[in-house]
């Protein structure tokens, strides 16, 4: 599974990012499958540069603020208006009960019209999974100021190099404050993309709402998640600070998201079972699988240097 940064910045689009937007990709043996977990303020346009806006398979919304979900606008004009048609199924969203509403609302359509001919609206049933292709999205609730709010728990299930079925687990926090559901969509992950938009001594006092960097550690530990990748972290926010924090709760691996780079997520199976060397690496380097021809071939290619990744041995 390959997991793309569209937008990272929290609340708002910053100078360098668009708000919440993430890209992931796994491969079912014939071919690549894309979901979106969220698609923020700022993201629509950036993500035409990773993929044509045609080979989405999903889009998958925690909840309905603006920074999650308002570029499902400009999506339904790219829909509806290409000149050359929009060529296939209707978009499918997963996301909370009034996802339709509150986008149709947003976007002021005339009276009788509707975004379902752009969009196929499903809503999201607490802790009911979905299948997508190879993915597996369960929701979670979590806690934020929002009738509904979820973490994503997103499991992709590839063949791997001897034929071998295997699953990675990403887990998206979405918007949230410390939960038991966030500890549970969480559980085992092979990599925890984890909000930290507040800062310990100045926004602790504030419950229910966004995690810092220290209680973003102390859920990822909760959770036994192998890396965690910070996210959701506003122009106001020290990143070296959040950072910091998770490192006194969480001694698993820690990065920052940056917007337009890829990483790779593997299973434990596929690490424990091929040579542990092709995984370690120069410190803090990140591989992607890749594959060529019909039969899916696994090679390994450093592809970014983080100094704040490590990796299990």
């Known amino acids: 599974m390959k997991l793309t940064i569209i937008g990272c910045t929290g609340s708002f689009p910053g100078p360098g990012s668009p708000a919440s937007c993430y890209l992931v990709t ?27 806006l045609k080979d989405i398979d999903g889009i998958m919304i925690s909840h309905l603020h603006p920074d999650h979900c308002m570029d499902l606008c400009g999506l339904h ?9 929009w060529g296939r199924e209707r978009m499918l969203v997963h996301g909370p009960e009034d996802t339709a509403e509150r986008i149709e609302t947003a976007y002021s ?44 728990r997103v499991e992709a299930h590839e063949p791997g190099p001897d034929g071998e079925l295997l699953t990675s ?9 410390s939960c038991d559901g966030l500890v549970e969509a969480a559980r085992g992950a092979d990599m925890f993309l984890c909000e930290a938009a507040f800062e310990e001594g100045r926004d602790d006092h504030i419950d229910g709402v966004h995690l810092t960097g220290k209680r973003a550690g102390e ?5 036994g998640a192998e ?9 106001w926010t020290d990143i070296n600070k959040v950072v910091e924090e998770a490192k006194e709760t969480y001694s698993g691996g820690i ?27 120069d410190r803090g380097t990140d591989y992607l699988k890749t594959r060529t021809g019909s039969m899916p071939t696994i090679k390994y290619e450093k592809i970014r240097k983080f100094p704040l990744l490590k990796r299990k041995k």
């Open 77 to 85: 004009v790219a829909i509806r208006w290409d000149p050359d048609g």
């Open 26 to 52: 796994a491969f079912d043996g014939t071919r690549d499958w894309k979901i979106l977990l969220d698609l923020g303020s700022g993201a629509l346009g950036v993500l035409q540069r990773y993929t044509d």
């Open 219 to 223: 859920m990822a530990a909760a959770a």
């Open 169 to 177: 687990v990403l887990t998206y926090s979405g918007d949230t404050d």
């Open 109 to 152: 359509l005339p009276d009788g019209d509707t975004m379902a001919k752009d969009y196929d609206f499903q809503v999201w049933k607490s802790l009911k999974p979905v299948n997508i292709g190879p993915f597996t999205i369960t929701p979670y609730p979590v806690r934020h100021p929002i009738k509904e709010a979820y973490a994503l």
């Open 255 to 281: 990065a920052v998201a940056v917007s337009g780079v890829t990483y790779g997520v593997y299973s434990g199976s596929l690490k424990e079972d091929k040579d542990p060397a092709l995984f370690k690496g």
């Open 227 to 235: 890396r965690m990748l910070l996210t959701h972290i506003p122009v």
